[in-house]
């Protein structure tokens, strides 16, 4: 209720063009908090609110803005303005930027910028998209092995307030080779004249620039660190990455997952900020795809019309057998996809988890099995002959199933794919067709058609 009356003030002050008021009650607010706000507002009055903004905070600000409110704000500032931000901004939030807007832009912003700046951003940019060298930023405290506790700190005073982090500083020799790391508490309470390469850690855990990014947060979820040193194939420090660009990078990979595991292209965008048909683009080529893989469905069952015509009552128990089966390669498909994303599972343990769902699958299966035979016979009146054909394919569509739903993904993996691409709706169109193989296989068999 608290948050809601203070947008509704701000949202008043707005409008009664009181923007001396506003500009002080903005500057009491959390640099995340206002950007909140800009965001509810149209594009005149956001731009308008971000210009009235303090020059301390307004960089801040921006960062946590969305994309697009970032490009429609710096297109519209003036040269002088929009370089002021970029020169602000912490150089992998820059570079983030300058990776979403136009060339001609980006030319400009860069041409305007000061030669520090343009420095650090061309140096990141140089990276592959979603490499830890990418997403890294190159604002930290560097020390000197040799030098002692009061120049360190020292040092932190006058470089501090431009990096990203001072908790964790990072030692480096003469060729800038990554030494060890001090935290700052340790240089206020060590003597000020007790030598850095004496008090730091050396058993530093560092990311490669070329890992990639999903990479990069494991190793963050492994270890627990709020930031880790980027070295290069030298060892020599290019960089830090922390904890907030960890999040998005999580953020954004399970979103990438979710999408493709239903089946759609991924997109950067939010989804009331998608176009129709842009987002028809990203869902059309999937659907045409499992569209055309389906109709293999439909020429198996066209190919049993004559044992249809015969026992007509196995018609009516198509679709419980194959939403069975999809739903059992899904469950399984989905539970290895994200074990392997979480590195629980490696292409390795195969045989081991296609025996663990073998078993699992039997006893699913014979459960479902028992259960369908009651209804069967006491509900539905079917004949003894066909429930046996029902509830034995319902075992081996389970069994099978599972089976398929759990190697696909691991396959995809060590082929080098998005082990996502393997979820439920591929697997479901493949285990549809094996399902009504296996039913009508049985069916002809032991009911002699």
């Known amino acids: 209720m608290e948050e809601i009356n203070e947008l509704q003030e701000l949202l008043d002050l707005l409008a009664a063009k009181k923007y001396t008021k506003l500009r002080e009650k903005l500057s009491e607010m959390n640099d995340a908090d206002i950007a909140a706000f800009i965001e509810e507002l149209d594009e005149e009055d956001f731009l308008k609110v971000f210009r009235i903004l303090p020059k301390s905070i307004a960089a801040d600000v921006f960062a946590y803005l969305p994309v697009d409110i970032q490009q429609f704000i710096i297109t519209a500032l003036s040269d002088r303005e929009a370089a002021s931000i970029i020169n602000n901004l912490m150089a992998d939030d820059a570079t983030d930027l300058l990776e979403e807007m136009p060339a001609n832009v980006v030319k400009k912003l860069l041409a305007n910028a000061n030669a520090e700046t343009r420095r650090d951003i061309n140096h990141l940019l140089r990276y592959p998209e979603d490499s830890a060298g990418s997403i890294m930023t190159v604002e930290y405290v560097d020390l000197k092995e040799k030098s002692t506790v009061a120049e360190a700190i020292e040092r932190i005073r006058k470089i501090g307030v431009d990096s990203e982090t001072i908790n964790i500083c ?10 060890g790391t001090v935290a700052l508490r340790y240089l206020l309470i060590s003597p000020p004249d007790a030598i850095i390469g004496d008090i730091m850690h050396e058993n530093v855990i560092s990311l490669q620039t070329m890992m990639d990014q999903e990479e990069v947060a494991h190793q963050f979820q ?131 988890v296609v025996w663990k769902e073998i ?91």
Not at 302 to 330: C, H, K, Q, R
Not at 405 to 414: H, V
């Open 359 to 449: 078993r699992v699958a039997l006893c699913c299966g014979v459960t479902l099995a028992i259960a369908n035979f009651a209804k069967l016979m006491l509900l539905d009146k079917v004949g003894l002959q066909v429930t046996f054909v029902i509830c034995l394919t319902l075992i081996l569509t389970v069994l099978f199933a599972k089976v398929v739903g759990c190697m696909l993904p691991m396959f995809a993996k060590k082929a080098g794919f998005d082990p996502a691409v393997m979820a439920s709706p591929f697997i479901t169109t493949i285990v549809d067709a094996i399902s009504l193989l296996v039913y009508f296989r049985i069916a002809t068999q032991l009911l002699h058609i």
């Open 170 to 179: 990072y030692v480096l020799d003469a060729k800038r080779t990554l030494k």
């Open 222 to 352: 492994k270890y627990d660190f709020t930031s880790m040193p980027v070295v290069d194939n030298e060892n020599r420090l290019v960089g830090i990455v922390t904890v907030d660009d960890v999040v998005d990078i999580m953020t954004e990979e399970a979103t990438e997952d979710i999408e493709k595991m239903a089946a759609i292209l991924p997109t950067d965008k939010p989804y009331m900020k998608t176009g129709v048909i842009e987002t028809f683009k990203k869902r059309i080529p999937w659907l045409l795809l499992l569209m055309i893989s389906a109709t293999f469905t439909g020429k198996i069952i066209s190919s049993f019309e004559d044992a249809l015509s015969v026992y007509v009552v196995l018609t009516a128990f198509i679709p419980m057998l194959m939403d069975t089966g999809g739903n059992a390669g899904g469950q399984a498909s989905v539970t290895i996809i994200r074990g392997l994303s979480l590195d629980e599972i490696e292409f390795g343990d195969l045989l081991a």
